[in-house]
């Protein structure tokens, strides 16, 4: 029996795996010390268990465990890179590039910085949602110090040429940052192969706990600092202080290992249900694939359902099936996703969009389901949409003048 | 092996087994992004609405007045940034003995010439100088930033919260309390208390780490410390530690309903180990006002220095009790306390700190103190 609702927002967040639950229990319960003790037991156990999590996040992304700093999430690993880099590199520059489809966690944090004096140039992206290379080599300065272009998107699941953009960056002398929230243990990333300097992450996209994750900051080939954003205790080699959080770092480390492990088939097995659900909802007449279908995450698909409104759409199934229209951080918008738009999509199109999340635990029978569901749900909405009978008539949509409103 | 004696719960606490039970749901079914709009999601964002709800309502606060964070530190940063940065305060006092958290964002804010600097005297019982602490609001040409810990970590001194804010008021300056250890051991009435800012980290009362508040009084409007998302009404960005926000509301539920009882049996073992180690262990002096305005759960203990002595906490150590130097979060510097070398600069004393919770006892108590008689 099919138990409801099917979740499919795995873009969002992840149930943890419960072998991560298991390996964070001793450090709820007897080994609760404060890693920062350094008289008795409690606290060396902490430190331990964090020395190790901390291994094992650093081998899941190629890295050595020193160029590893934990943060709360991936949203403050944006903000300590950004900020941290723009303050400490001030004396070389001010300017920053990145992208119009980035996570608000860097948008909101590159506004930031231009309030604060520094440039900050937002590349278009092409209508499959990769950036230009060569209008990013265009936008470089002598004032550029940092390259910020995401690893994965979050809504469309396109992966950036993050190999040619490192490769761009270190023959001008530029940090490379990027956000890998969405591509570290669904894909394999590694720092050194593609050469990135500065990497958030987060434990809650990859089946660990809620309230951690970690920033990479190389420390070889270049040595890249950053400025603490947060001053205290002098916790992660100064870089972000507060007490750490043992459970979630456990919890997160265990997280990594399972991906690390396990990658190979989960992928194989993922992107094999991500492909059979693609292809039957593109069956439906009228419905796109948006972005690149390549250079994509596994086990992700966004697809637009013309003549039919996004959110009614997700009302018609919102009981049973849990997806969204985008990013969660934006979902209680009524607005049109900017990263559909920034593809080039008209409002029809991107107000007509579903992201499909596929995860570890993600069922062939849940799949099915929602192929039916779907399909089902698009062809009622249609029924009753005076754009689709017009559609169907011949009409040119295009031509028509909508009297404004 | 035998027990460990825990005597470093101004550090951290254990998490409670009723907090942990409130959390489970949370760390396997109930997993949704509170963002979200489904089920899933809204189940998650009520669950933390209704945190809020419950932390302020036991700290008479309004729900819109509590943000919650990833600790501290992090609310401590935020709300000072936030008063130089935002609301024009020029000048900040605070003291010597505050919690690195406080001296090296202010000390930063300083360096970068976005505010002057100055420490209020402290008395020789560690208590702040209301005096000069006036004399420096008074004199002072720029609007103030007064950040004061409502009790200290190491020795346990508490400032009167309410005369400082009453003084901060009279002199329209900003008030950040840095509550870490106050919050969850003691009551509070935000709603007739005149400070703009309080936080609080639940593992120092029995709750998870990796989360905590910022109180913001609703007359100051600030801007976010860190970006990137509408979470905490734009104040907070990234996705909620649901778990942790379940934990630090369910731990301060029990905190407060058990108050009255566990203040009173913590605060008579501090006291029997005071006496206790007076009679048996000569030349034993105590740091702060342990009698005084103090936290009940921190007991700061100067020994006399000797060659046995000076290796004290290592041989607590192999006696399995914890205790420790000073604060945690310095421990493992060899700088020493900056607190200690603040108020009591004697170089022929060595200084240990034990901190106490509900779950210890007078028996342990007995032991600590005949094992720290051998080893003096």
């Known amino acids: ?405 | 092996m035998p027990e460990r004696i825990y005597l470093d719960n101004a550090a951290t606490t254990p998490l409670c087994k009723e907090a942990l039970e409130a959390m489970m749901p949370y760390l396997t079914t109930h997993f949704g992004n509170p963002s979200s709009i489904y089920s899933y999601g809204r189940e998650s964002r009520m669950a933390i609405e209704n945190a809020r709800k419950s932390v302020a309502k036991i700290l008479n606060a309004h729900p819109s007045e509590i943000f919650f964070t990833s600790g501290g530190t992090e609310s401590s940063n935020t709300a000072i940034y936030a008063a130089v940065r935002d609301l024009g305060c020029k000048h900040i006092i605070t003291s010597a003995i505050e919690h690195h958290a406080t001296l090296h964002t202010v000390d930063f804010l300083h360096c970068n010439g976005e505010a002057a600097l100055s420490n209020v005297n402290l008395l020789s019982d560690g208590h702040i100088d209301m005096e000069d602490l006036e004399n420096i609001l008074s004199s002072s040409e720029d609007r103030c930033l007064v950040t004061l810990m409502h009790a200290n970590n190491e020795i346990g001194n508490m400032i009167d919260i309410n005369a400082v804010g009453v003084l901060c008021k009279k002199y329209n300056a900003i008030f950040h309390s840095d509550t870490v250890q106050t919050v969850g051991h003691f009551p509070f009435n935000l709603r007739e208390t005149p400070v703009h800012f309080i936080t609080g980290a639940s593992h120092k009362f029995h709750g998870p780490k990796g989360v905590g508040i910022l109180y913001i009084n609703e007359n100051v409007k600030i801007k976010p410390f860190v970006h990137g998302g509408a979470q905490e009404r734009n104040m907070r960005a990234g996705t909620e530690n649901l778990y942790g926000i379940i934990g630090f509301a369910k731990a301060l539920q029990l905190a407060t309903d058990g108050y009255e009882k566990d203040s009173a049996y913590i605060n008579e073992l501090k006291l029997y180990m005071m006496a206790t180690l007076k009679k048996n262990i000569h030349g034993v002096s105590f740091n702060g006002d342990p009698e005084g305005r103090s936290l009940y759960t921190v007991l700061s203990v100067s020994f006399p220095k000797s060659e046995k002595s000076e290796m004290l906490l290592f041989n607590l150590d192999i006696n399995h009790i914890c205790a420790s130097g000073g604060s945690a979060c310095t421990s493992g510097a060899d700088a020493g306390s900056h607190v200690i070398r603040t108020i009591n600069n004697n170089p022929n004393q060595v200084t240990v700190r034990f901190s106490f919770s509900k779950h210890n006892t007078r028996e342990e108590i007995d032991v600590v103190v005949k094992k720290l008689k051998e080893l003096i």
């Open chain 1, 1 to 405: 029996m099919l138990k409801l609702p099917v979740y499919l927002d795995n873009n969002a967040t992840t149930p943890m795996d419960p072998r991560v639950l298991e390996a964070m229990i001793p450090y709820f319960t007897e080994h609760f010390g404060n890693a920062a003790s350094r008289n008795h037991p409690f606290g060396w156990e902490a430190e331990e268990a964090v020395d190790y999590a901390r291994e094992q996040v650093a081998k899941l992304v190629g890295a050595d465990p020193k160029e590893i700093i934990f943060t709360s999430g991936a949203t403050e690993g944006d903000n300590l890179a950004i900020k941290g880099v723009f303050e400490m590199y001030a004396s070389k520059g001010n300017h920053i590039i990145t992208c119009t489809t980035e996570h608000k966690a860097v948008l909101d944090t590159c506004k930031h910085i231009e309030k604060l004096g520094g440039e900050v140039t937002y590349l278009q992206v092409k209508p499959d949602g990769l950036i230009d290379l060569g209008e990013l080599e265009a936008a470089i300065k002598p004032t550029t110090i940092l390259i910020a272009i995401m690893y994965a998107n979050n809504e469309i699941g396109v992966i950036q040429p993050v190999r040619e953009i490192s490769a761009l960056a270190k023959k001008r002398g530029i940090l490379f940052f990027t956000d890998a929230t969405q591509a570290v243990g669904k894909v394999p990333v590694d720092v050194n192969k593609d050469g990135i300097d500065v990497m958030a992450f987060t434990g809650h996209k990859m089946y660990g706990p809620k309230g951690v994750g970690a920033l990479y900051v190389r420390r070889k080939n270049p040595r890249v600092k950053v400025t603490a954003q947060m001053d205290g205790g002098g916790h992660e080699r100064g870089m972000r202080s507060g007490t750490l959080n043992v459970p979630g770092i456990v919890g997160f480390g265990k997280a990594c290992e399972i991906c690390r492990l396990d990658m190979e088939e989960d992928t194989k097995r993922i992107k094999a249900l991500r492909d059979k659900l693609e292809n039957a909802l593109l069956q439906i007449e009228e419905s796109y694939l948006n972005g690149n279908k390549e250079s994509r995450l596994p086990h992700v698909s966004n697809i637009s359902f013309k003549y039919v409104e996004g959110e009614g759409l997700l009302m018609g199934f919102n009981k049973n099936i849990a997806l969204s229209s985008g990013s969660a951080c934006t979902s209680a918008s009524l607005e049109p996703s900017y990263v559909l738009k920034a593809l080039g999509l008209g409002d029809d199109l991107a107000h007509s969009s579903l992201r499909f999340g596929l995860g570890r635990f993600t069922t062939e029978e849940q799949i099915d389901y929602t192929v039916e569901q779907i399909t089902t749900t698009v062809n009622k909405l249609r029924e009753m949409s005076p754009l689709w009978e017009m559609f169907k008539e011949g009409v040119d949509m295009d031509k028509i003048e909508w009297a404004a409103h």
